[in-house]
């Protein structure tokens, strides 16, 4: 299972950005999945999330802000994030919790994207 991250990029505070990612491979349900992130000399934390028949979760400083959304094959997501604010700078990783044909479920993270918001 790979998950392909794109669309980050160098944006002015106030602007918006949309960063999708695709899940290929050998999926047979998606459970989870959406974006976490990761600022310079923090830890990592929740984006957002969607969860397969309970619907999507948002970090409290993203909430309102950025709209997590799926098209119709539930294997690729989009983030849109608005407003963006200069504490919004991270890499942005893809996450996937995916059950597989072999029964279980199994944790993927994308290789990350840059998203730098800066005047």
């Known amino acids: 299972v790979q998950l392909q991250a794109s669309g980050g990029g160098l944006v002015q505070p106030g602007e918006s950005l949309r960063i999708s990612c695709k899940a290929s491979?050998?999926?047979?349900?998606?459970?989870?999945m959406g974006w976490y992130r990761q600022a310079p000399g923090k830890e990592r934390e929740l984006v957002a999330t969607?969860?397969?028949?309970?619907?999507?979760k948002y970090g409290d400083s993203v909430k309102d802000r950025f709209t997590l959304s799926r098209v119709g094959d539930d294997k690729t997501v989009y983030l849109q994030m608005d407003s963006l604010k200069p504490e919004d700078t991270a890499v942005y990783y893809c996450y996937g919790n995916f059950y597989t044909y072999s029964g279980g479920s199994v944790d993927y993270w994308g290789q990350g994207t840059l998203v730098t918001v800066s005047s």
């Open positions: 969607f969860t397969n028949g309970r619907g999507i």
């Open positions: 491979g050998k999926i047979n349900v998606v459970n989870i």
